[in-house]
Structure formats: structure tokens, C-alpha cells
């Protein structure tokens, strides 16, 4: 079966699906709770719960600012390796945030870009190149930096997304700030849209801002 057959098996699956399935936590292995307790907290994540049992199980849950996605560590609570866990985090500006989690005492590489296809995943840093992406390609930057464990986070610049990555019956953004580049990329579309018919004022504008932002996030057809 064709890598092209597969994906449009998979989108009718996804369309059969009738109820929401939301990921909603992430499980981190940890050898020393307290300890990655003590790490998210000065990395100013969200401490959502942590509970204790008298069977020595142990559930700690922090919350990333601006995510829908929580992570979940303790006793008890994973069969799998200390330190062997990886996952994302998107951010809107590598630069920016990298310099915010290094100003936290935390160690973190330098923004960069892969070289070759997958080496923003080489535990020895092979094919990576200095710096963000030159044309700051979405998808395209990355940092990385790891818990006390050695469980890998690896910070994604995001700024537009691929069409259809997003489901379109819903809106969200992460921060304030995002939202704003999002209205700001609005009105200058706006003007063009102004422009196109005779220069008129648009008492709708807030209208049309709406359905380009919620248009431009689900990567759906913009409007002019």
C-alpha cells in the first residue's frame, strides 16, 4: 500500500470518529520524584496535583504555560526507563523562548536547524546547523534541553501551520502574544483587502478578521 493510500485511510478514520479524544497528559519515567518536582517548578510550569498513596504510588502533574497537554511523573506510575522519554514543545519564537528557559539557570543548546532529514532528533548532535533556520521556515528551528532524568525536550518554532493540521471546529492560542501576530497578519491582509475594492472603509472589519485568523489556523482557504 502507498504512503499516499495510508494517509487518506487514516483521514477517513479520524472523519468516522464521533466523540472528541483529547491527549491530555504525557508520562514522564523519573527515578526521583521530589527532584523533578524541584526542576518544573523553577522551569515556572503549572503544579496541577500531587498525590500521594499509602501503596508508595505517586502522581505529580505540571502543566506547560499555554498547553492543553500536561505531563504526569512519579512512583509507581511507568514501567519505562528514567530519562527515556522525548517530546515537543511548540514555541512562536525559538529565540526568545530558548533565551527565557537559559536565563532560568537551565542548560539548553543554541537555536538551530537541521542539516539533514531527522537531526534535530541525533543524541550527538551530528547534521546540525548553527542558528534558526535562515528564512525562519515554520517547523523549521529548534533548541533542546532535558530534566534532571535526562528525559529530552525539543523546542519547535511554529508560526504557520501545515494545512488541515488543526481542527477547524475550534480556535486556540497559546499566549497573548500569538493571538496579537495573528490579528497583525489579519490587518495587513486587510488593507489588501480594502484596497481591492475601491479603497472603502470596512465597518465589518472585525468580521473578516475573525474568519481570516480562524481560517489561517485550520490552514483552511483565506479570504480576499
Do not use: C
Amino acid at each position: 500500500m502507498s504512503s499516499t493510500a495510508n494517509t487518506e485511510s487514516a483521514t477517513t478514520d479520524v472523519d468516522a470518529v464521533t466523540g472528541d479524544l483529547k491527549l491530555e497528559v504525557v508520562v514522564l519515567p523519573v527515578a526521583d520524584a521530589d527532584r523533578s518536582k524541584a526542576f518544573y517548578t523553577g522551569l515556572g510550569w503549572r503544579l496541577d496535583a500531587d498525590f500521594a498513596f499509602d501503596n508508595g504510588f505517586r502522581v505529580v502533574q505540571f502543566t506547560p504555560p499555554g498547553s492543553g497537554t500536561s505531563v504526569q511523573f512519579g512512583s509507581g506510575i511507568t514501567l519505562a526507563a528514567p530519562g527515556s522519554a522525548q517530546s515537543y514543545l511548540i514555541v512562536s519564537d525559538i529565540v526568545s523562548a530558548r533565551a527565557e528557559i537559559a536565563a532560568l539557570g537551565i542548560e539548553i543548546s543554541d537555536a538551530f536547524h537541521p542539516g539533514a532529514p531527522g537531526a534535530q532528533f541525533a543524541a550527538d548532535g551530528a547534521d546540525r546547523l548553527e542558528g534558526p533556520d535562515p528564512g525562519r521556515a515554520s517547523y523549521g528551528s529548534f533548541a533542546t534541553f532535558r530534566d534532571p532524568d535526562g528525559n529530552r525536550w525539543l523546542l519547535q518554532e511554529v508560526t504557520e501551520r501545515i494545512p488541515g493540521r488543526l481542527d477547524g471546529r475550534g480556535t486556540a492560542f497559546s499566549s497573548a502574544a500569538d493571538l496579537a501576530e495573528a490579528m497583525r497578519r489579519a490587518s495587513v491582509a486587510h488593507g489588501e483587502h480594502e484596497r481591492r475594492h475601491g479603497g472603502e472603509y470596512d465597518m465589518n472589519w472585525p468580521d473578516w478578521y475573525a474568519a481570516y485568523v480562524v481560517a489561517e489556523q485550520a490552514g483552511a482557504q483565506l479570504p480576499t
